[in-house]
T-cell receptor, first 113, second 112 residues
Framework: EPEVTQTPSHQVTQMGQEVILRCVPI?????FYWYRQILGQKVEFLVS????????KSEIFDDQFSVERPDGSNFTLKIRSTKLEDSAMYFC???????????FGPGTRLTVT | QKEVEQDPGPLSVPEGAIVSLNCTYS??????FMWYRQYSRKGPELLMY????GNKEDGRFTAQVDKSSKYISLFIRDSQPSDSATYLC????????????FGQGTTLQVKP
């Protein structure tokens, strides 16, 4: 069964460093998303991406964040200068059509020290 | 008012019990409703996806949507210890972005 994959599973970085979180969405999907979940809190939307551009972003997704689909299979989230409060689980999700189901990856646990 | 509200629990039931999980939402523009299951430190796993008011059944799971009262429910029949997890309700409107808005999640423990 097709699934969304994410790497790495756990990333530890120092404050101020850049990190890139990687995702491989389900192969025939067209809509891509990043969410995050701070420990003990709800899953929060960060950004949606369709047709090679951002279609919506949340207030969390400021200038320190960027997304890219560098080739036909990968979808990345970059945080330019990490802060302690960026520590969270980051989930990638994808769906095949506008009204379709959204499937999540296993997440990357980002720890900023 | 929060867009999606969900009692965080925890909810503890004996094995074999019928479980009822609930969410309320505030925006009548929300049209699509989902239930996800999340094990500790794992990604949300899609259980149910519904569009209209009414019931949808899949095995031991039944999702119910009442748009008039902005209330969604998930029922689990014959609950098993493996059902112990956090259950997240989520919704989005008809816009193409499909941004999901999640509830807090309800932690369920099914005791053998």
């Amino acid at each position: 069964e097709p699934e969304v994959t994410q790497t790495p599973s756990h990333q530890v970085t120092q404050m101020g460093q850049e990190v890139i979180l990687r995702c491989v969405p389900i192969s025939n999907h067209l809509y891509f998303y990043w969410y995050r979940q701070i420990l003990g809190q709800k899953v929060e939307f960060l950004v949606s991406f369709y047709n090679n551009e951002i279609s919506e972003k949340s207030e969390i997704f400021d200038d320190q964040f960027s997304v890219e689909r560098p080739d036909g299979s990968n979808f990345t989230l970059k945080i330019r200068s990490t802060k302690l409060e960026d520590s969270a689980m980051y989930f990638c999700a994808s769906k095949g059509k506008a009204s379709g189901e959204q499937y999540f990856g296993p997440g990357t646990r980002l720890t900023v020290t | 008012q929060k867009e999606v509200e969900q009692d965080p629990g925890p909810l503890s039931v004996p094995e074999g019990a019928i479980v009822s999980l609930n969410c309320t939402y505030s925006n009548s523009a929300f049209q699509y409703f989902m239930w996800y299951r999340q094990y500790s430190r794992k990604g949300p796993e899609l259980l149910m996806y519904t569009y209209s008011s009414g019931n949808k059944e899949d095995g031991r799971f039944t999702a119910q949507v009442d748009k008039s009262s902005k209330y969604i429910s998930l029922f689990i029949r014959d609950s098993q210890p493996s059902d112990s997890a956090t259950y997240l309700c989520a919704t989005h409107g008809s816009g193409n972005t499909g941004k999901l808005i999640f509830g807090q999640g309800t932690t369920l423990q099914v005791k053998p």
